[in-house]
């Protein structure tokens, strides 16, 4: 929740930075390289572990399914 919050508003100032450029090109620049680039570098590293999780909680709920689905199968006659 925090980093998102840290997201927020180092956009923010690297914005407002991109605005003091002396040309849009310039502009553009300081701000992917400052900001679009990094951050996005950084959130998909720090998502790693709930992307790990959903992965490995779907994979369960698979293998239960198929276990179920098994037990259903040599039940009936």
């Known amino acids: 929740m925090y980093l998102y919050l840290v997201a927020i508003a180092w956009v923010y100032v690297v914005l407002l930075m991109a605005m003091t450029e002396v040309s849009f090109i310039a502009g553009l620049m300081t701000f992917f390289f400052y900001c679009a680039f990094p951050l996005s570098v950084i ?23 198929d276990a179920e689905a098994a037990n259903d199968n040599s039940s009936a006659p």
Request: proline fraction near 4%.
């Open 43 to 65: 959130l998909y590293v720090m998502g790693s572990p709930q992307r790990k999780r959903k992965r490995q909680a779907a994979e369960k709920a698979k293998r239960l399914a």
